[in-house]
Structure formats: C-alpha cells, structure tokens
C-alpha cells in the first residue's frame, strides 16, 4: 500500500516560480508510475502530467507543457513537480497519483490529500 504525502504549496505570485513536491511510502517506489493532477474552484479534476517509473518518458496536459516539468527522485521516494511562471488559472488543490505499471496509466490507483496553491500577485 503506497501512502503519497504533498507538500509546497501556498500562495506564488504569477511571475514566479514554485516547486511541489510527493514524499511516498509503503512500497517499492521504483516501481510505480507517477503524476499530477489538479482541481480548480468550481471546475473538475484534471490531469496535468506523469512519468514512468524509469523517468523514461512523461507526458503533459497540452496547457501545462512549457511552464510544469515533472520528474522524480527513486533513491529518496520522491516526486516533483516545478511550475514557472504559474498563470492565475492554475490556482487549484493539487493531487499526487500513483500506480503499479511499467508505463503511463489511464487509472491512478493512489491518491495523495493535495496541497492547495494560489497564483496570485
């Protein structure tokens, strides 16, 4: 059983930079693909990336490619998630996901509690 716990978020202002970050525990972490995914006031939940357990390949929501990079450290059971130059419209509570695959997943069979980040100036 995999427990993901976030931390990182708060309040950034639209021309800054924030990093997220998911501390796993209760398995082999290496193992497990990972990801991010988000829910803004009002709107529904919504994937914003992933990587495979290898940080061989990742994968982008269209709107989030170029300001959120995704990667991972195995040896401290740890997963990232940078943002730069937040745009208020990714204020949102932000979940940590993961799953036990080789691949990317379309199911994420755990969830973190999300940390909620606030882009504003």
């Known amino acids: 059983q995999v427990t993901l716990v976030e931390s990182g978020g708060g309040l950034v202002q639209p021309g800054g930079s924030l990093r997220l970050s998911c501390a796993a525990s209760?398995?082999?972490?290496?193992?497990?693909?990972m990801g991010w995914f988000r829910q803004a006031p009002g709107k529904e939940r919504e994937f914003v990336a992933a990587?495979?357990?290898?940080?061989?390949?990742?994968d982008y929501a269209d709107s989030m490619k170029g300001r959120f990079t995704i990667s991972r450290d195995n040896a401290k059971n740890t997963l990232y998630l940078q943002m730069d130059h937040p745009l208020p419209e990714a204020t949102a509570v932000y979940y940590c996901?993961?799953?036990?695959?080789?691949?990317?997943?379309?199911?994420?069979?755990?969830w973190g509690q999300g940390p909620h980040l606030t882009v504003s100036s």
């Open positions: 990587i495979t357990w290898s940080s061989g390949r990742s």
């Open positions: 996901v993961a799953a036990q695959v080789a691949g990317l997943p379309r199911v994420w069979h755990f």
């Open positions: 209760g398995d082999t972490f290496s193992s497990y693909a």
